[in-house]
């Protein structure tokens, strides 16, 4: 039986976890990226596939994560 992927983007991993299993989904742990959306540890959304898409229940569904902003650093050049 088909379902429909649930919104999960912003949750944390946990929660986002515990969304798909309740709707017969397998959640992943996927990638981490940066994101200057969401903060560290909460999930950006589906590494293959976008909400509302139907799928199988029983799918493998990978999670992005974020690693929070990217942080630049600035070189400060001391001039004498």
Do not use: C, W
């Not at 299993?21 to 540890?41: C, D, H, I, L, R």
């Amino acid at each position: 039986e088909n379902r429909p992927l649930p919104a999960i983007a912003g949750l944390s991993l946990t929660e986002a976890s515990a969304q798909l299993t309740a709707n017969g989904f397998v959640p992943v742990k996927g990638s981490e990226t940066y994101s200057s959306e969401y903060p560290e540890g909460r999930v950006i959304g589906y590494e293959s596939f976008t909400e509302g898409d139907s799928l199988p229940q029983g799918t493998s569904i990978r999670i992005i994560v974020s690693k929070g902003p990217a942080v630049i650093r600035n070189l400060i050049a001391m001039v004498f």
